[in-house]
Nanobody, 125 residues
Framework: QLQASGGGLVQAGGSLRLSCAASDRTFRNFHGAWFRQAPGKEREFVAAISRSAYGSASRYADSVKGRFTISRDNAKNTVYLQMNSLKPEDTAVYYC??????????????????WGQGTLVTVSS
């Protein structure tokens, strides 16, 4: 089970940090990821961080590179998404998810079966 938190209302240029806490200690064996879904749009990949055995590699969507940072704390069974320089187009419901798929396919939503409940991020202009 995953519990996402940290969303809210922020002005353009501001920052937020999202958290995704897992209830299972096997969390360290999973890649963690964030997706987002804006109104009227499909859910899209934002960022992923590999399980520890892969050295905690990360991957980002082009639209957030240089602004967002994904990290994990296995001792707390938590994945974070630090979002800086937020833009109105970042407004969406953000979902965390985990997978054990091969890292090459980590951006594909089809390979995620465990999801958090979503947290709303609203960026005002």
């Amino acid at each position: 089970q995953l519990q996402a938190s940290g969303g809210g209302l922020v002005q353009a240029g501001g920052s937020l940090r999202l958290s995704c806490a897992a209830s299972d200690r096997t969390f360290r064996n999973f890649h963690g990821a964030w997706f987002r879904q804006a109104p009227g749009k499909e859910r899209e990949f934002v960022a992923a961080i590999s399980r520890s055995a892969y050295g905690s590699a990360s991957r980002y969507a082009d639209s957030v590179k240089g602004r967002f940072t994904i990290s994990r704390d296995n001792a707390k069974n938590t994945v974070y998404l630090q979002m800086n320089s937020l833009k109105p187009e970042d407004t969406a419901v953000y979902y965390c998810a985990v997978t054990q798929i091969v890292w090459s396919y980590v951006e594909s939503i089809d390979h995620y079966t465990t999801w958090g409940q979503g947290t709303l991020v609203t960026v005002s202009s």
